[in-house]
């Protein structure tokens, strides 16, 4: 009975470390994504709310934030805690106007079964340009 136990701990262990390791990797792809799409860009003063007129230009990036592709300046903001955004959800932004700001509601929704499974908390947009 204590064997199964002790492998019982060690599956369960193995599953836990398994498990971080695969979120380490989401984040890392993510980084690695959003550092092409900033190639020979520079980063400019943060700023709370930018004009988002056209949605289709809104790119989530899993584990690590959104942004926001404005043609000549691309704008990045993340979350408070990037894991908040995962592989199974859909982010659903409540803007008033056409400017999406740090404070507006931003929810995760589950993408199959359709019910809330929490918000997001942005931090501010960082704009890059090409230098």
Do not use: W
């Not at 979120?23 to 890392?28: K, Q, S, V």
């Amino acid at each position: 009975m204590k064997t199964i136990a002790t492998f019982l701990a060690g599956a369960a262990l193995a599953l836990t470390a398994a498990s971080a390791a695969n979120a380490e990797t989401l984040a890392e792809k993510g980084e690695a994504k959003l550092a092409r799409m900033l190639e020979g860009r520079v980063a400019g003063e943060p700023v709370k709310c930018i004009s988002a007129l056209r949605s289709n230009r809104i790119e989530v990036i899993e584990h690590v934030g959104i942004v926001y592709d404005a043609g000549d300046t691309i704008y990045v903001s993340r979350p408070s805690d990037p894991k908040s955004i995962g592989r199974m959800d859909t982010m659903v932004l409540e803007r008033f106007g056409s400017q999406l700001c740090s404070s507006d509601v931003v929810r995760t929704v589950d993408r199959y079964a359709g019910h809330v499974t929490g918000v997001v908390f942005l931090n501010d947009f960082v704009p890059y340009t090409r230098g």
